[in-house]
């Protein structure tokens, strides 16, 4: 299915320059590119070689968007397109600085306007059909199907247990086997699975599909911490680059946020009294300590007895302070957080002390989320929103995992887009639409406990 997909949207992006190319011809020189008029107006050099460099130079932008970004859903998205055009157009410089073909520039310019109107608005178009993944998944994490098969295009048509035995019925046509790797197949099974995948028919991890289609890690199935931190070894050179962006972004916009802050201070000041700023110490990257810093849109005694996690509707916040969260404006002081070297832009959020070490006892690889600075904002923010309770809390864990294993300057824009919406929508603070939030957190903290008594299970049986 992807493959049909990427070779389909290639054939059809290039297809798209051509009538971009054309059409462009027509604007700027009065006819079709190659015309006897056009020659004349070229002074015979033409456009042919332009056009043929134009036509490769998509075909390998869409393979380079493919080779840097081979995952996702079976289905065309605007960052592709957009990334994609832009390697065409760096494709396109570098090949003619090499080449040096004649070409005219407005028409080489209104070409490529035209095009990349042309592609979101192929992808807009087919983003509006219904479209769906029919899946055979090979596991006996059944949560974990549950919730596969209630997501948006996701349809679940068979299970199969690893450990079956006896005949096995291939897969129905336009199906996807999805395979859970954490579990112990059957001879039967793995023979099944070799089949399939020697047949030409599309194999996947679980994990990998789940997580296209959820934007979460499933806890449960997390082996033993290796995809984590693999994947951010990977990303090793991009963290340096992140943090320097983090710092420049912020003082660049130094003059446009920091009178926001002085006003709102003067406001919580005048309104709620003091103190302004409200102070918690927060574990941070590598589980250093870092004292956060944020406007108080509490009570001034809201913890006299002791820290605990606010709720939307919590008695504790103020007028002031629940539309402060609503739009954000509480988190502005975390800006000189980042410019300190303790927080990023966006990240995992920094969690408070007492509650880390709960999680880290309940929750396999908890520390995993320490391996990078946590952020203002994030995946799990906008995703997920305020956590009022312990069981979301565990929820969106599984969303800073999977951004842990993913992040990327294309992810961080996402992130920043959602925020952005989040802030003009005032939606901080409102209930989450999904309704069963609580009992999918507590699905996934039971399997995430299933899966470490197993490896305790397995590492007994090694050791006898």
Known sequence: ??????????????????????????????????????????????????FLIAVVAAVLGDALVAAILPQGPPRPTYARGALGALFTFLAITAMIVLLRPYYSRPHLFTTLAIWIVLVLTM???????????????????????????????????????PEASGPLSAPPPDTVLTVDLSARWSREVTAYVSATSVAGREVRPLNEVYEEHTGRVPLGHLSEG???????????????????????????????????????????????????????????????????????????DAEAHGARQATGDDP?????????????????????????????????????????????????????RHLVRPGITGWAQVRHGYAASEEETIEKLSYDFYYLKHMSPLLDLEVLGRSVWTVLSASGTKPRARPSAEEAAALELEAAEQAQDERRNRRAKRMD
């Not at 993944?133 to 948006?152: C, M, Q």
């Open 316 to 368: 504790r916040i103020t007028p002031l302070g629940r539309f402060l969260r609503s739009v954000r404006l509480d988190e502005l002081p975390q800006f000189f957080n980042v410019l300190r070297g303790e927080l990023s832009l966006i990240g995992p959020r920094p969690e408070q002390v007492g509650f880390v070490e709960k999680y880290r006892d309940a929750i396999p690889f908890y520390d995993q």
């Open 123 to 161: 992808r807009l178009v087919l983003r509006l059909r219904p479209w769906t993944e029919r899946l055979v998944i090979v596991t006996s994490a059944e949560s974990i199907v549950r919730e596969l098969d209630a997501t948006p295009h996701i349809s679940v048509v068979g299970v199969i247990d």
């Open 1 to 50: 299915m992807r493959q049909r997909l990427l070779v389909g949207m290639v054939c059809a992006d290039a297809a798209l320059l051509v009538v971009a190319f054309v059409i462009a011809a027509f604007v700027r020189f009065g006819d079709h590119p190659f015309s006897a008029s056009v020659l004349a107006q070229t002074q015979g050099r033409g456009l042919t070689r332009i």
């Open 226 to 300: 290796w995809e984590i931190e693999t994947s951010l070894l990977r990303k090793l050179p991009f963290l340096p680059l992140k943090h320097a962006v983090d710092l420049v972004l912020v003082v660049l916009t130094l003059p446009v946020w920091m009178p926001v802050v002085a006003l709102v201070a003067l406001l919580v000041r005048v309104v709620d009294g003091t103190p302004v700023i409200f102070r918690q110490v927060r574990v941070g990257r590598r589980g250093e300590l870092v004292e956060l810093f944020k406007f108080r849109t509490m009570r001034a």
